[in-house]
Structures are given as C-alpha cells and as structure tokens.
C-alpha cells in the first residue's frame, strides 16, 4: 500500500472528512473524441464546490494506456502538483510543463507554476495513474476554471476533420 499526504496551510478550522468511492464520481472524458486518445477517468475527490473550506483541491486520474490527460493543452493560474504511478514499474510517459517535456516514471512528481500548459501523456501498453492537487490562490480560488490554448480549440468542434490514415 502507498500513502501520499498533500496538505497546504489552512487557517480555517473544521472536522476531517473521509471520502470514500461512494462519495465520488467517476467520469470518462475524450472517449467519443479524437479516435479515443484523450480516455482518462477523472475523480475529483474534493474542491471548491464540496469543501469551500479548503485552501486546496484533490483528485486522480486514470489514463489508458498510449493517452492522454489534461487535454486539450490548458493552464490556470493555480499551481498544481502531480505524483505519477504505473500499472507496471517500467511504465512511462511524457509531462509537458509550458514549452518543456519532462520523462515521467514510475513514483515520480512533477510541479507545475501556475499559467502553463500541462498535458500528460502515458506510453503504449502502460496504464498511467497520478494524484493531482492544486492549491487556490488567495483570494482566486480554484473552480474547475481553466484557460484552453486557443491554437487547440479547434478540436472542441465536434465537427473538427481530424487526419485519418487510409487502411
């Protein structure tokens, strides 16, 4: 078993909840979209809207394997954290912070300052999972707000032509 603790400080006082899988949605994203290479599960376990409370906001995601996450590119201005882990230890991928790609593996992290660009993506054959947290600014919290790239946009258009090869 794994445990991993994100905490931020906090000066409100209020009594410790525990999430359990019942509590939480599991929605699929990018499965109807682009030949289904953005399919992730994202659990929000809390934010905003369910713990105003708290100065940060936790949650996971899931991505089959050879897809990717956090699509299309977008930022805001919150940091956020990721902790990554793989269905097998020599899984792998790619974090892509701003104009960097970074190799991601197995029990690694990777820190994103708020206003850059973060997709992920998990290599062929590898199941990719990470916990993401992001901590609100005060005064501008976090509310699933995001600011998409506008030269991906395009590809929200459910009527986009997307390159297909001839089989």
Known sequence: STVLVQKTENERSFTPVFYRPADIQSPVFGSGMW?????RTVRTIFDYENAPYSNMVNGEVVNTPGCWSGYIPHNHPQPEVYTYQFDKPQGFG???IGDNAFKIEHNSWSEITGGYMHPQVAAPGYAMWYSWMIRHLPGDPWKKTRTD???HTW?????????QPKR
């Open 35 to 39: 030949y289904r290479t953005a399919e």
């Open 94 to 96: 790619a974090a892509f």
């Open 149 to 151: 790239l506008p030269e």
């Open 155 to 163: 590809l929200l258009d459910e009527n986009a032509k997307i390159w």
